[in-house]
């Protein structure tokens, strides 16, 4: 990865998922694809560059499944140094882990520096990371089946090809 043109160094990309809705709940193991956002879905994992353009993409896990464990299980994670160099680190939420090449904003119950400074950066810290945000945004945008796909998940096969097509689309 590149360093992305930004004020923030060493950063080379934003980290966050996304939902893609699915039409009708799925015929198998139907619980699992219902998120907390009370539809049914398949989540998607994304780094984008400052350019918005996609990086790094991790599609296919049921709604259920909360955006840290999918980074937990992702190669991004298990395998830094292949993406990565010492230097370099991901901007993301606090969804995630804050990690050696993880940055997040601080949290509320945080005691690090004043209240005054956290909030700052946290400010500042948040018009970059929304670029993940954006680009989901533009992605579905341009590809409006995205907004809720019209397939039916009835088996491991029809799963696949759900998969198949995000990451088609997304790779555009």
């Given at each position: 990865m590149t360093l992305?043109?930004?004020?923030?160094p060493h950063c080379v990309g934003y980290l966050d998922g996304s939902e893609f809705y699915l039409?009708?709940?799925?015929?198998?193991?139907h619980t699992s694809y219902y998120s907390r956002k009370?539809?049914?879905s398949i989540k998607s994992h994304a780094i984008c560059d400052n350019k918005l353009r996609i990086r790094y993409l991790n599609v296919g896990?049921?709604?259920s499944v909360h955006d840290a464990r999918i980074f937990n299980n992702s190669d991004i994670e298990k395998n830094p140094s292949k993406y990565l160099s010492d230097s370099q680190?991901?901007?993301?939420?606090?969804?995630?882990?804050l990690i050696e090449n993880i940055i997040t904003p601080f949290r509320k119950n945080s005691?690090?520096?004043s209240l005054r400074e956290r909030e700052k950066f946290n400010k500042y810290f948040s018009g970059y990371r929304v670029k993940i945000?954006?680009?989901f945004g533009i992605l579905k945008e341009k590809f409006s089946s995205l907004k809720e796909l019209r397939i039916r998940i009835k088996d491991p096969q029809s799963h696949k090809f759900?998969?198949?097509w995000n990451f088609t689309i997304s790779s555009r």
């Open positions: 992305v043109e930004d004020c923030l039409a009708e709940a799925p015929r198998i193991d009370q539809r049914y896990f049921p709604g680190w991901l901007a993301a939420d606090s969804t995630y882990k005691s690090f520096r945000q954006q680009c759900v998969y198949c």
